[in-house]
């Protein structure tokens, strides 16, 4: 017994002397000390339980705060009372095990000991995974911090799932869990998938710390939802440990990003270099004299890209647009490229057979030209670490795969206050078919737009598919005579509800639409790998993910006016484009009103391209909601 006391007391003087190397607190944390000046709110109790020894972190009171170090081992000498009880208990818990529970407090999703220390601390010393306690749960008495709202999150997905152990670090992480599941965080979860879960998470967990894991800015549940992420199609309790830890070491940067503040995590690339935009000769001889003796690429040796589409190109136009631009790329540099493309890929099945032939034939880069088809991409990035992977999406923080966009609001803006010049009624629709990323900072530009030429201008706002009557009756229906679309119908026969129509004598008539260059866009990313300043984009000492974000200056966004558009409205419209292409103007600059209040007063510069990125607002002169989520819960194999 004297010598496990020794032993113990010995890790508590290393802990405290560490601790304040660290300039840290070198004895227990004391709850009372650390609610005293903080607001609080109900007590409840929550029976007993079997909790996590790790999560146990301080003591309720000061009375023997002094005696244990901060990682709860002893610090006083054998000679005293408190060594022998200590001793007695150590000796009591190897021979027999020591039943009685301990009595602590819960508070922000950690135990403070009200009853038991130096039993939590003998099984500290003993490495026991868990300890049985009766809990008290004390409540915050506000929920506006990230703290407190993560705990808010923990609290309801412990009243259907009782696991302490699942924490994370990002809000929204335990509804992404419990979908995982085929659960919710409403109703009680049978407790065989309790069960299920936690042997789950005990051998991730395991399997976690066997690779380093505990050397990352993030808990083990976070780096479980980022593996689940890329490998949701084999169950984890059927996979192996060792196959497990081969995987978290190939996601290894995945896991690092996770890790970072969300403003740390993505780098937005909103303009080519200046090697990028240069403009060679357009003949082919041209180009291949203007990248003779700057690339590794040539007729005999070309840069090989594939691209993989979601849906046939012949029904779907997003996807045929985007094979238009892999044709440019064939034309527009010769034999120094060469493309092949892969078609209704939607199936995860079908998509690895094409990435597994792409590679198969030499490609060294590969477009998934869909933000569906990420999910995916980022599991064969990791299979495939040679080839550079990119994926039509934006502000997703992959350092696997790379992502583009366009600044799409950009064009909004400008047919905003198209919409507004010919409007007789001040209201005007806006109907968005899909939410995804960037699409509420595409309908405040359309409406800050239209503000500019029409102060009074309503923005009324509906979502979903077009009505089997098409835009013109949806127009009827909302009392409005100028309406926009989608940014691109579903399929080439189907023209209709995309860009801006007007309703004359009850039929639309086109007014103007947005424009996706992306022949010009993948023409910009190419020039890159060609000219090989690829690799200077992000910085390998700076875990980052890189998502090119280009717009109008760079020739990837536009708009097209319909025939017989007034020449005076053309001229107002093309002065605001000038201004975009230039950088003096930027919708999101100066005064911005959303429907909850004031986001900006008047005066101050553009939003942050991070915040337009992941805009949640709608503005004040919009008329219609935030949809939530209507996705369906996938059920990944955990």
Known sequence: MEEAYRQARKRGEQGRRRAISQSEHPYLTDLDSLVAQLPLGQRESVGLRDIPLDMVVGTVTKGRQSAFSCNFMPLLPFSTEFARKWSNLYDIQVTEGYRDPIIVTEFMHRFYVQEGNKRVSVLKFLDAPTVSAKVTRLYPGTWDSVESRLYGEFCAFWRVCPLYEIEFSREGSYETLAKMLGQNLIEKWPQKKVDYLRHTFLLFKRAYLRAGGDHLDITTADAMLVYLNVYNQDRLLDTPTDIVVNRLCKIWRELVIAGKNDEDKVDLVEAPSVDEEETPAKSTSGVLNFFMGKTVYSAANPLRIAFIHEFPCATSSWDSLHDQGRQYLDEHFGGIVRTEAFEDCHDPDVFYAAVETAVKHGANVIFSTSHRLMEYTLRAAVEYPRVRFLNCSIGLPHQSVRSYFGKMYEAKFLLGALAASMADNHRIGYHASVFASGALSEINAFAIGASLLDPRAQIILTWGDV???????????????????????????????????????????????????????????????????????????????????????????????????????????????????????????????????????????????????????????????????????KVHAL
Not at 574 to 592: A, D, H, K, T, Y
């Open 467 to 633: 009505p089997a009557g098409g835009l013109a009756e949806a127009m009827c229906r909302e009392g409005v005579s100028v309406m926009t679309g989608a940014d691109m119908s579903k399929s080439l026969e189907d023209p209709t509800a995309y860009g801006l129509h007007r309703l004359i004598d009850g039929k639309v008539a086109g007014i103007a639409m947005p424009v996706w260059n992306w022949g010009r866009y993948y023409e910009l990313i190419v020039r890159s790998l060609l000219h090989g300043t690829w690799d200077e984009t992000s910085d390998d000492s700076r875990v980052r993910a890189v998502n090119y974000w280009y717009g109008m200056s760079s020739g990837v966004i536009d708009i097209r006016y319909a025939p017989g558009l007034p020449y005076q409205t053309r001229k107002l419209v093309q002065l605001l484009r000038n201004g975009i292409v230039e950088g003096s103007i930027n919708p999101f600059g100066g005064e911005l009103h959303s429907q909850d209040g004031v986001v900006q007063i008047e005066g101050f510069p553009p939003l942050p391209s991070t915040q337009i990125v992941e805009m949640d607002w709608l503005a004040d002169n919009v008329v219609g909601t935030i949809p939530q989520p209507n996705d369906e819960p």
